[in-house]
C-alpha cells in the first residue's frame, strides 16, 4: 500500500513538473517577467540601508550567482561544456533565477537612484534598465544573438560599486565614478578573456559579451557628464523654505506660515516676505557612517525673461554616522519677488534634490502673523 501510495504521488508531480515546463515554455517571456517583477517586489520590501553589510553581502552573493549562470550558459549553449549531472535538473530554471535576481538587485538600486536625484534624472536611470528589460524579450533583438541580460547585469555591477566605493571611501565625484566604471570594465574584461580561450567564434562573443558590456559602461559615461547619474548614496530626507531656522539643544526650530490644509507643501514655498525677513532653507540628508564630504545648496531666481539664473551657492559640509540624517541650513537676505528654486548638488554638480517657491513681497508688517514651529 505505502508502495502505491509513494508511486501515485511521484507519478502525479512528475506530470505537475511537465505541466509546469510546458506552460513555461509556452509563455516564456511572461514568466521571465513575472519572476522580474517578483524579485524587484522581494527586494522593495526588504531593502536595508546602502551602508549594510549584511546587504552589501546579499548583492554580492546574487551579482556572483548570476555570472555564473550566465557565464555557463553561454558555453552550454554552444556546447563548449556539459553541465553537472547533479545539477542538470535545476539547470532548465536558470533562466527564472536570472530574472528573479536581476530584479531583486535593480530594485534595489532603483530605490537608492530614485531617492538620490531629482525626479527627471531618476526616471532616465530606471527607464533605461526597464527598456533594456523589454528590448531583451524582443524578438529582433534575439535574432541578432545580442544578450541584453549582459546589458542589465552590467547595471547592476555599475550600481553596485557605484554604491559601495563612496561608502568605503567616504565621498562622491568623479573619482568614485570613474572607479565604478573602471572596476566594472575590469569584470566584463575578465569574462571576455576567460570565454576567449574557449571560444572560436569571437565575432560572436563580442556581439553577446563585448557588444553590450562596453555598451552600457559608454553610455553611463555620456549620462555622468551630462549630470544624469544619481549621487549615490547621498539622498535628501526632508528639506524646506522657512521664515526662521533656529538651533537648541541639537534640535532645530523651523518657523513657517504654512495652513494645515495646504499638506502638499513643505514649509512657506508661498513665501509671504514681510519687511526684514530672511528666507531659511532647511534640509536633511542621509550619508552613510564615517561619510565626510560637502553639498552645495544652490540658489536660483526665475527671470521672466532669462529663465532661471543662479544667484548664490552655499558650501555645506556633511558628516555620516546619523541614522535620521544630516541637518543643515542656508540662508538668503537679498532676494526678490517671483518664483525661485533651491537645489543641494554634490561638488561635481549632480543634483541631489530641489524644492520650488513663490516669494510674494508685501510693504508693511503685519501685526497679526502666526508662526508654526517644527522640531528637527
Known sequence: MDFIISNRYDTSM???KNRLLEYYEKNETKVD?????????FDVLTLSDVDDPLGIA????????????LFYDFLSTHGLTQINPRISKYWEYRNLAVHFLLGSLLSVYSLFFLKSASIFSSIVFVGLMMGIMIANELKSVQKAAVDLKVGLYVICLFAFFSMTIPVLLGFVGV???????????????????????????????????????????????????IGWIPPVPLTVQNMGVYHSVEKIEGKYLLSHENPSWRFWQTGDQDFIAEPGDKIYF??????????DDSVVVHWYYKDPRQGWISTDKVPMRISGGRKEGFRGFAMKQNYTAGEGRVSVETTDGREIGR???NVTKTEQASTDRRFTIEIM
Open 33 to 41: 517577467i513575472a519572476f522580474f517583477l517578483g524579485g524587484f517586489v
Open 355 to 357: 524644492i520650488y517657491f
Open 175 to 225: 573619482t568614485t565614478f570613474l572607479a565604478s566604471i573602471i572596476l566594472t570594465g575590469v569584470v566584463v574584461y575578465y569574462a571576455y578573456h576567460l570565454l576567449k580561450k574557449k571560444v572560436n567564434n569571437q565575432k560572436l562573443l563580442l556581439r553577446t559579451l563585448a557588444l553590450p558590456g562596453f555598451s552600457v559602461l559608454g553610455l553611463f559615461v555620456i549620462l555622468y557628464f
Open 14 to 16: 512528475t506530470s505537475l
Open 282 to 291: 532647511f534640509v536633511k540628508i542621509f550619508s552613510p557612517a564615517r561619510f
Open 58 to 69: 546579499q548583492q554580492i552573493v546574487y551579482l556572483g550567482v548570476i555570472g555564473l549562470i
